[in-house]
């Protein structure tokens, strides 16, 4: 399954060379990643603050196809993958919606669940899991 | 006559203290500002590359009334009023869509039209008049 | 007196316009107040995570007098003034490294001291009067 | 060969987990990499317009081993490898001043030389050859 979110590149997504600057590409993914947890029910603000638990992103990476302008409608969809009881991965493809055939950037992030305090591996809470199996 | 943007707040707004870095409720105004001029049919990726003229941001403000927290949506109602031939100023008013009477943020940004080799004052495109008479 | 902090245009502090993007401006500053206080022997983990009091920025403002370009080599220099017992202002100007003759850019936060958790007004600690006595 | 570039966290790299967001930490990277190429004396301003070649980032990819905090004094130690005449790779290498026996995160950035109106491969300017053997 897979969720899509819909991004227009801002003015200040880009750089002097006319495009967006290359970690921008990466914001945007978590844009996507925010959007899907908020749609599941997640309270934004308490997930992210660490309260109980924390799920830091361990590695990224990023290929980058084709250049993307301010002002480009694009379709960053979403796919999601449980690894381990503490551990995901999610799948971004960034696609223009004037051409949706070409892949424009392709990215992931890898995500860990740990306790803030002692930063030792704990198991996803409930919503995530949940988010886990509708996404 | 105004316009109304709607905006989530994301992660990346955020900074240690746990609410919008302060600098990042300007960029989300600018982002109304282009969302605007885009729905007026202004082709935003030859607007910003100052080929024949440019429209820099002379003078801003913003006054913060109240924190704003990841997750939080949020409408920019932006009025933009031109002062003369070669220079507007836009007004911003950031409210919360869950109370929209508490205004939490508000800001300006003046702009002039001026050409980009020169840098020398020049009356704003017919595309500029019109959206200014429109919004 | 004042806190002098020198700063490269970086390439992601540009967009599409080929300059500095106006809201990182104010980034700019703020960096150079953060630098002004580390050097003031201020935690800044700890001062910016709002244990026990917070100092948010309640008003900003700049004026743009001229472009700023990636690799451009700036100073800023930072005047804070105490206004009161729980505010202060801070005055930056910005020139360039090559030509401190002209201002290029000039910019202002206003600061208020508040307890985080009611968000009423309460007096600067010990360490923020000793920092606006000595800048 | 490697160079080192030394950076604090600044308040606007963190976010409201209270580290830095995951996206600045290749922006530093970048910065890293634009502080080598103006110390060999390449002009930021003219290389990132991309006149008559442009060097994008065709792929990225980090890994975050331990949270870096507001204040924190870092250095990043960049070594770049040439790969063929249109392509190079850069991995950065990312410890606290305070230990730099531990590596808080790990960082690579891969290049490609294309004439920017086309976007078909093109050699490196002498330029790039010269920072590539030196760096």
Known sequence: MSFTYNRTIHFQDTDAAGVIYFANVLSMCHEAYEESLGIAGI?????????STAIPIVHTSADFFAPMFC????SINLIPQQLSETKFEIVYE??????????????????????????????????????????
């Not at 309270?43 to 309260?51: A, D, G, P, V």
């Not at 002002?71 to 694009?74: C, H, I, Y």
Request: aromatic share 8%; net charge positive.
């Open 43 to 51: 309270n934004l603000k308490t997930f992210f603050s660490n309260s």
């Open 71 to 74: 002002g480009d409608k694009l």
């Open 94 to 135: 960034i696609v223009a919606d004037s051409s949706s055939q070409q892949i424009l950037a392709k990215a992931m992030t890898r995500h860990v669940c740990i306790n803030p305090i002692t930063r030792t591996r704990t198991p996803f809470p409930d919503a995530i899991v949940q988010w886990l199996g509708r996404v």
